[in-house]
């Protein structure tokens, strides 16, 4: 019996694979299925969604014969299957019910999954192609481990949230190659995710936002599970989910970064004892970029990601909370406006909307930050803010906010760079930041 584990590529559901039943008088009936899931070693799982003969087939004597095929070399393989149990929950239920969800683009529910058929592989041997005379040599796979452990360890390297996210990114493409890439953090407010860093896109997208179980990447934070796709040229499904993901059939202030026609893609959520604290996406033009080996080093990257993440944002907070900071440096707390022109900022309480000279900016926390700094500025000409004193102004009133802090002033700080604006807020030293502005500002608050 030949391994599953060799087979992995075959249960990418690139190419449908093909069952075989019969009935009580021996009448073979053959239906096509979208997607063979492998289990583990000894186990397939088929979703429960048969014609009708296939169904009652199985139910009768529990046996059928399933052709799978390798989307990648062609390779076909026969497995002789054994029925076990369905299940209606659990982690195969759901790695094939989000499947089935990316796949269908939620199309009104017509292919939502009601059960998954947990089959016991008795036998597993090639289909012999024909008119070949030699076997393929194995395609030469290159070590991936090699590759995480080096990454790993430049991540290591990291002692801060923003450097760790762009050595991170940086790695995946000049070591694994996999050039377009963005991390999105949880918003907070609105319980989506907004996008903190991105690699390879013409537009960097920072602030860009994703509805929670919208797309991979809404998916992948929803269920905590990792979403991948190897082919998605398979039909327009996958490019409706694709266009709904990148924002192209909802109005977005900030579109979300994406290459036109993407083949692969795989969203990994950061998780860190129990907390969602991201998600780390990546797509490719090529087909097969992400398969069962790259999948399984990106885990290890996303585990390291989301604990170094977690860490750095309490050690900063502590040494904010405990007084830690650079206190030594001078501190411009007040000083004259600039001269020059005017800077109109408009903000809408709402939704921490906040607006300069007519153009959007960002929203949520990162649009109430700046205009806490804003305020600060045009009533005292205050130039420098701690972090320390931010997490203490009551004046803010932000919900979770020590969870947050730090993601949302690296937004906003690279959200500022993008639009390379009137604006800018840089790092002046550990915990301490420094508003510049080329020009006067004017706040207006609009109530709704």
């Known amino acids: 019996m030949i391994p599953l584990e060799a087979l992995r590529d075959s249960f990418e559901g690139i190419i449908p694979?093909?069952?075989?039943?019969?009935?009580?008088?021996?009448?073979?009936?053959?239906s096509y299925l979208s997607h063979v899931h492998y289990v583990d070693e000894r186990h397939v799982a088929l979703s429960n969604q048969f014609f009708s003969k296939t169904a009652t087939n199985v139910e009768r004597n529990g046996l059928a014969s399933v052709m799978v095929v390798d989307g990648y070399s062609g390779q076909q393989h026969m497995l002789d299957l054994v029925f076990e149990r369905s299940e209606t929950e659990g982690e195969t239920f759901e790695q094939v019910a989000i499947h089935l969800e990316i796949l269908e683009s939620r199309m009104?529910?017509?292919?939502?999954?009601?059960?998954?058929?947990?089959?016991r592989v008795e036998n597993c041997r090639a289909v012999p192609a024909a008119n070949t005379l030699v076997e393929p040599e194995p395609l030469f796979?290159?070590?991936?481990?090699?590759?995480?452990?080096?990454?790993?360890?430049?991540?290591?390297?990291?002692?801060?949230?923003?450097?760790?996210?762009?050595?991170?990114?940086?790695g995946l493409g000049e070591l694994f190659?996999?050039?377009?890439?963005?991390?999105?953090?949880?918003?907070?407010?609105?319980?989506?995710?907004?996008?903190?860093?991105?690699?390879?896109?013409?537009q960097f997208g920072f602030g860009a936002e994703v509805p929670a179980g919208r797309g991979i990447i809404g998916l992948a934070a929803e269920r905590r599970r990792n979403v991948r796709i190897t082919d998605l040229s398979?039909?327009?499904?996958?490019?409706q989910a694709v266009r709904a993901m990148a924002g192209v059939e909802d109005a977005t202030p900030i579109p979300?970064?994406?290459?036109?026609?993407?083949?692969?893609?795989?969203?990994?959520?950061?998780?860190?004892?129990?907390?969602?604290?991201g998600v780390l996406f990546s797509e490719s033009t090529e087909r097969f970029t992400f398969r069962h080996r790259d999948e399984e080093a990106l885990i290890v990257i996303a585990a390291h990601l989301a604990t170094a993440l977690s860490f750095l944002?309490?050690?900063?907070?502590?040494?904010?909370?405990?007084?830690?900071?650079?206190?030594?440096?001078?501190?411009?707390?007040?000083g004259s406006l600039p001269a020059g022109r005017r800077i109109a900022v408009r903000f809408y309480p709402r939704d921490g909307s906040l607006f300069v000279d007519d153009d959007y900016l960002i929203r949520g926390v990162p649009g109430r930050l700046l205009l806490h700094f804003l305020e600060d500025y045009a009533r005292t000409g205050k130039r420098d803010f701690l972090n320390r004193e931010i997490r203490r102004d009551r004046r803010l009133q932000l919900p979770d906010f020590k969870d947050n802090l730090?993601?949302?002033?690296?937004?906003?700080?690279?959200?500022?760079?993008?639009?390379?604006?009137?604006?800018?807020?840089?790092?002046?030293?550990?915990?301490?930041?420094?508003?510049?502005?080329?020009?006067r500002p004017e706040i207006e608050v609009v109530e709704e």
């Open 17 to 30: 694979s093909i069952i075989a039943t019969a009935d009580a008088d021996g009448m073979p009936n053959i």
């Open 108 to 119: 009104s529910g017509i292919m939502k999954l009601r059960a998954v058929d947990i089959y």
């Open 141 to 170: 796979l290159p070590d991936l481990m090699g590759k995480v452990a080096r990454l790993t360890a430049r991540m290591s390297d990291c002692g801060d949230p923003e450097s760790l996210l762009d050595a991170t990114l940086e």
């Open 177 to 202: 190659g996999y050039h377009n890439s963005m991390v999105l953090v949880p918003d907070g407010e609105r319980g989506g995710l907004t996008t903190i860093a991105s690699r390879g896109y013409d």
């Open 234 to 239: 398979r039909g327009l499904r996958y490019l």
């Open 256 to 277: 979300l970064p994406a290459l036109d026609k993407p083949l692969s893609q795989i969203a990994l959520p950061l998780v860190a004892r129990g907390r969602l604290v």
């Open 313 to 334: 944002s309490e050690e900063r907070e502590r040494a904010e909370t405990n007084g830690r900071e650079k206190a030594d440096a001078p501190v411009d707390q007040a």
């Open 406 to 439: 730090e993601t949302r002033l690296i937004l906003l700080r690279r959200r500022l760079e993008e639009k390379a604006g009137p604006i800018t807020l840089e790092r002046a030293d550990r915990g301490r930041l420094r508003l510049t502005l080329a020009g």
